[in-house]
């Protein structure tokens, strides 16, 4: 069964904004985009989106084994995965900005090359691996169906919508990094509404339990 309308829709808008704010890998898309060109900007970009696949395979998988084995277990997964939300959400909302985006001094390298840097950049991130496991759980409707298959419906979901924010970012890197650099003041309101969402689902999950 796939996901509801409404499970896609409050996923899809949670993490299109977690996307776009600051982080190391749209801001590295950016830095590429802008040193080296548009091209090479949007595959390092793909790479580093089609590396969330990795992430969503061991969430779908943990999921579903942890739902067989115990579904009490998989409620204290959410719990422990909504905490760490919060304590995200928080260190997101302390956060002074000040981002910036170097577009210089990085070696040439090929687009074959550049894909595979941003694929397994992205797959051997351990705290990338731990905000799936955080995240995904937590737009999963144990009422209807397989966990499993949610949890990997979901990350198909982020996926997408990453390569094509990252995408866009390496194809106007050179606007959007301007922008950031001259506007202080971006990266930390950004990071404000990042922080809110996952404030907002980690204490949404609590107190509904």
């Known amino acids: 069964m796939l996901i509801s309308p409404e499970q896609f829709i409050g996923f899809f808008s949670a993490a299109l904004l977690i996307t776009i704010s600051p982080g190391p890998d749209n801001l590295m898309v950016l830095s590429v985009g802008m040193s080296r060109g548009r091209r090479q900007g949007m595959m390092f970009g793909l790479g580093c989106a089609l590396g969330c696949l990795s992430h969503t395979l061991l969430a779908a998988l943990g999921v579903g084994a942890l739902i067989k084995a115990s579904p009490l277990a998989f409620g204290a997964l959410k719990l422990v995965g909504g905490a760490y939300l919060i304590w995200l959400g928080f260190g997101a909302l302390r956060s002074r900005g000040g981002a910036r985006v170097e577009g210089a001094g990085l070696p040439d390298e090929s687009l074959r090359r ?5 694929l397994f950049a992205n ?9 799936f496991l955080s995240f995904l ?5 144990t009422s209807r169906g397989d966990a499993a298959w949610q949890t990997a419906q979901l990350g198909l979901v982020f996926t997408a919508q990453a390569v094509l924010l990252f995408g866009l970012l ?9 922008w950031i650099n001259r506007t202080p003041s971006a990266g930390k309101w950004m990071d404000r509404v990042a922080g809110a969402i996952f404030v907002g689902l980690g204490l949404r999950l609590i107190i509904a339990r």
Do not use: C, E, H, R
């Not at 797959?123 to 905000?131: A, D, G, Q, S, Y």
């Open 114 to 118: 550049l894909f595979t840097k941003g």
């Open 170 to 178: 390496g194809y106007f890197s050179g606007a959007v990094g301007a």
């Open 137 to 141: 759980p937590q737009f999963v409707v």
């Open 123 to 131: 797959m051997i991130n351990p705290k990338v691996v731990l905000f």
